[in-house]
């Protein structure tokens, strides 16, 4: 009667020569990190920037406010203030509604420049892990056919 080979030890040999390698998880982690440190420095200049805007344009409507209430000697007068200061907090709010979108262009231009270079960074580390884990599996199918054989 024929005997059943027995493929525990080739399985265990088999598994053996297929070793989990975490660093390319923890190389994952490290280009997220760096990814999400450099977005992080992005947004904030962003919103620092911003802050300066909005202050600027706090200063500048006080200013103008100040102006308006200051006593003047006829109705007149209180007329072309109220004018005046309608035409500038016009001005003034075309300025600094441009300086906004100016920085939320930079902002999504800049946003667009790491999330590329981060893109064609993982497909590089894709490609070599791939190319990694090819082997190492062709390495250890082939250990495994000679321990067989053997």
Do not use: C
Not at 16 to 22: C, G, Q, S
Not at 79 to 93: G, V
């Amino acid at each position: 009667m024929a005997k059943t080979p027995d493929f525990t030890k080739t399985m265990q040999d088999m598994m053996a020569n297929f070793p989990v390698d975490t660093s390319s998880m923890q190389d994952a982690f490290k280009s997220q990190s760096a990814l999400n440190e450099k977005l992080s420095k992005v947004a904030l200049s962003a919103a620092e920037r911003s802050t300066e805007i909005s202050a600027q344009w706090a200063k500048d409507s006080i200013a103008r406010i100040g102006e308006l209430t200051a006593k003047k000697d006829d109705a007149s007068a209180y007329a072309k203030a109220f004018t005046d200061f309608a035409n500038a907090s016009a001005e003034t709010a075309a300025e600094h509604l441009s300086a906004f979108a100016e920085v939320a262009k930079k902002l999504q231009m800049e946003t667009v420049d790491l999330l590329m270079a981060a893109g064609k960074d993982m497909a590089s580390d894709a490609q070599k892990s791939a190319e990694q884990a090819t082997k190492q599996a062709q390495d250890a199918v082939k250990k495994a056919t000679n321990a067989a054989k053997g």
